[in-house]
């Protein structure tokens, strides 16, 4: 589950990590008035778009302005438009609130973040003097100027690490105390909070020599949630796909995508390996959707509705392999949705495991429009040539 910035930096706040004085309006007027009491030595203010993706500075959701009348000019224009960047798609993403802001004298950006390493099973802190960017960007251009540090988990993270690391990023001494402050409190918000990822990009030093989170980025585990109903309290739904948070309600797994043949798999990696050969056949997947080992008659019929709310999707690839679950329960529930729903556009089936001569059957006798095929790559293939055929 991701947060607003504006969000992410109140919980910073509470673990006594510093942020610039900024409030978060949803209209020109409550901008003005923001602008006004926050005020700026220097008289300068940040307008920031709040959405959930990346890039908001290139696509104009950033802005700089000088003084309470500019400011409320800004969030004007920002409020209701579609903002545009490299993670919303291009069909961009409705600004609803935008975040006002102390314009702070900066002197240097770096990077602070933590994620969870698969392969070393460890939340790693990773830190560079490159901030303010993609920190993909530094990876793949600059990569010696990634600082990693693995945490483990039977000590947590522990002072002596953060310090030899922020002297590695040339802080001086006062720094690297608040340094060790700032690090140490992003690690209690990891592990405390059941996040996936933290970002602090970037993080400044001003120019009285301060460290200050310039803008925090805040993902949360989906499945600790149950834990921490005061995280649960923080989800946006209008900065979600309506398709995936119903999908959410019925327990599948979905995630709309770009293509024009829709998904629906049992099981995350078999989903994965679908969605590889429909490319490898020369066509996208329109969505990733995981019904689950468990589902049942019900739960398919729901997956159908959501995957043809996608106007895109001009074939449907259904691929089973029944292990927990039975091939004709699947089978019933898309008999049962089909004859629900009229879902007009081809059905391509693939079944194996449990009861599949069964679920075979039931297809077969329904007398619908729908072809059942053995093999995983052969299935794909016809439904990539009807995706074709339809477009």
Do not use: W
């Not at 993909?136 to 039977?154: C, F, G, H, W």
């Not at 959501?306 to 019933?332: H, M, P, Q, T, W």
């Amino acid at each position: 589950m991701k947060i607003h910035e504006f969000q992410a930096k109140e919980i910073l706040t509470r673990y006594g990590i510093r942020v610039p004085l900024g409030r978060v309006v949803s209209s020109p007027k409550e901008a003005l008035l923001a602008a006004d009491q926050i005020g700026a030595d220097n008289g300068r203010l940040v307008v920031k778009a709040q959405i959930h993706a990346g890039g908001r500075g290139k696509g104009g959701g950033v802005k700089v302005v000088e003084g309470s009348v500019a400011a409320r000019a800004a969030a004007e224009k920002m409020l209701g438009s579609a903002l545009v960047t490299h993670q919303t798609g291009p069909g961009g993403q409705t600004v609803r609130r935008v975040l006002v802001e102390q314009g702070l004298d900066i002197e240097r950006e770096l990077y602070a973040g933590m994620v969870l390493d698969r392969e070393s099973a460890q939340v790693t802190m990773i830190l560079s003097a490159e901030g303010g960017v993609e920190i993909e960007e530094v990876a793949s251009s600059q990569p010696e100027k990634i600082l990693r540090e693995p945490i483990s988990p039977l000590t947590g993270l522990m002072p002596n690490q953060v310090r030899k690391l922020a002297f590695e990023l040339g802080l001086n001494k006062t720094q690297v105390a608040q340094a060790v402050t700032i690090l140490m409190g992003m690690y209690r918000v990891f592990v405390e909070l059941d996040a996936s990822l933290i970002e602090i990009n970037p993080l400044v030093v001003t120019g009285d020599g301060d460290l200050v989170a310039l803008d925090a980025k805040m993902n949360f585990d989906d499945n600790a949630l149950f834990r921490h109903p005061e995280i649960v309290e923080l989800r946006d739904l209008d900065e979600e796909e309506p398709a995936e948070v119903e999908a959410s309600k019925h327990g599948l797994s979905y995630i709309r995508l770009n293509g024009n043949i829709g998904c629906m798999v049992n099981g995350a990696g078999l989903a994965m390996a679908t969605m590889d050969i429909i490319k490898l056949f020369g066509e996208e997947p329109a969505n990733f959707l995981d019904v689950g080992g468990g589902t049942d008659a019900k739960r398919v019929k729901a997956a159908f509705t959501i995957l043809l709310s996608d106007k895109n999707v001009k074939v449907v690839l259904v691929n089973i392999f029944g292990g927990i679950v039975r091939c004709d329960v699947i089978a019933e529930g898309m008999v049962a949705a089909i004859q629900e729903q009229g879902i007009e556009v081809p059905l391509v089936v693939r079944l194996q495991g449990t009861k599949v001569e069964r679920g075979r059957e039931i297809l077969n006798e329904s007398g619908l429009n729908i072809v059942t095929i053995d093999s995983m790559a052969a299935a794909a293939e016809a439904a990539v040539k009807a995706a074709r055929s339809a477009s």
